[in-house]
């Protein structure tokens, strides 16, 4: 009698498991947490040849990631953006830890430029550009002009405010004025999985002006401050940021 008992509450157990790991958002959880902890692994090894950053930083990464991936799962679950609680857990570790919680510059730039083509790779892919093109020239004044006028704004008020030089003002504007794809690109592809704004396009019109006013804040910031820097120098950095601008424009199109 005490085995079938034993047996039975198994057997519940099992059921209940089998249960819980249906569920997609486990899944994902579960798939996320093992895709981590095995590229961190990787990592480490690779980290073994000396032309590549250092195990400390790769341990350091792979914990921000772990903790990133629980605490944004956990805001998840409690009804609050995933993103609010990554950037608590980044926040948490840099100020508990201190001199501890070191990144390298290399990787930690390499880590930055990984997750911005990873994001943009995604809105791409998921892109309707049927939809972009029947928008016709709304989807190019929603990419150029609200970042061109927040940017010139800043300028602005930064020249009142802080009497800074207008090229350096505006550096600060397309700082400020650039929208961030973390944010922008999970918020949109929700609504696209929902079916919200489907019809007419909405979000892949509105992935495709914030990947492109990314650019083109990326652009105007390296013009602007090119022409910041350019005191008399016999190296012209504001004629070479002028040159680099459009070329990197034009080859990011070609190539893509």
């Not at 958002?25 to 980290?47: E, H, K, N, P, Q």
């Not at 190019?140 to 405010?161: K, S």
């Not at 505006?170 to 400020?176: A, D, H, T, Y």
């Amino acid at each position: 009698h005490i085995q079938d008992e034993i047996e039975i509450n198994v057997s519940i157990r099992a059921v209940m498991l089998i249960e819980i790991l249906k569920r997609s958002d486990v899944r994902d959880f579960l798939s996320s947490t093992f895709i981590v902890l095995f590229g961190s692994i990787c990592l480490i090894l690779i980290a073994r040849d000396e032309f590549t950053v250092s195990s400390s930083s790769t341990c350091t990464f792979a914990l921000l990631l772990v903790a990133s991936s629980f605490s944004g799962y956990f805001f998840q679950i409690i009804g609050m953006p995933p993103l609010l609680g990554s950037l608590i857990s980044g926040i948490t570790l840099q100020n508990s830890l201190g001199s501890t919680f070191y990144l390298a510059p290399e990787f930690n730039d390499a880590v930055r430029t990984i997750g911005l083509c990873t994001i943009l790779l995604i809105s791409a892919v998921e892109i309707d550009v049927y939809a972009v093109k029947r928008a016709g020239g709304a989807s190019l004044r929603l990419t150029f002009l609200p970042g061109l006028v927040e940017a010139i704004t800043v300028a602005g008020a930064a020249c009142w405010l802080f009497r800074m030089p207008f090229t350096f003002a505006l550096s600060l504007g397309f700082m400020l004025a650039a929208v961030s794809p973390a944010v922008v690109v999970p918020g949109m592809l929700n609504l696209q999985h929902l079916g919200y704004g489907m019809e007419k396009g909405i979000p892949s019109l509105v992935m495709a002006a914030a990947s492109l006013d990314d650019i083109s804040a990326i652009t105007g910031f390296t013009i602007s401050i090119g022409l910041a820097m350019d005191q008399g120098s016999e190296t012209h950095p504001a004629f070479s940021a002028f040159i680099h601008g459009p070329v990197t424009l034009f080859l990011g199109i070609a190539s893509g």
